[in-house]
């Protein structure tokens, strides 16, 4: 029974957001295919782990045979794709980013708003 285990962090290998689809269509194949009981892939952002999410979302690879690593902790993700337990520093730097970027807009059209700016 074939496992898929993915290391997320600093030292595993960044992916553009053009070869997401090759890298889970490669997850796919060896997970159905291939006869080694264990692939391990290494990831340094949220795109592979998001396109793994979805793959167990949409019921192309069972969550029981899914190990995410974080930091030597185990993420869990559940039949739906969904992370219950969301560790701090995981896969969350365009949630943190666009909440940013949000608050800086809001800040920013208030004061243009209340500065007699707008127009």
Same mark, same amino acid.
């Given at each position: 029974m074939t496992l898929i285990k993915v290391i997320y962090g600093a030292y595993g290998?960044?992916?553009?957001d053009s070869e997401v689809d090759s890298w889970i269509s490669m997850v796919l194949h060896n997970y159905k295919e291939s006869t080694p009981s264990q692939w391990t892939y290494c990831v340094a952002n949220? $795109?592979?782990?998001n396109a793994l999410r979805l793959a167990i979302a949409?019921?192309?690879?069972?969550?029981t045979k899914v190990e995410v690593w974080f930091n030597?902790?185990?993420?869990?993700?559940n039949e739906y794709g969904a992370i219950a337990h969301w560790p701090d520093g995981f896969c969350d730097i365009n949630g943190t980013l666009s909440e940013k970027i949000?608050? $800086?807009a809001l800040f920013k059209r208030k004061a243009k708003r209340y500065c007699g700016l707008a127009r």
């Open positions: 290998a960044a992916m553009a949220e $795109a592979p782990i949409e019921g192309k690879i069972d969550h030597g902790n185990q993420v869990i993700i949000l608050i $800086a």
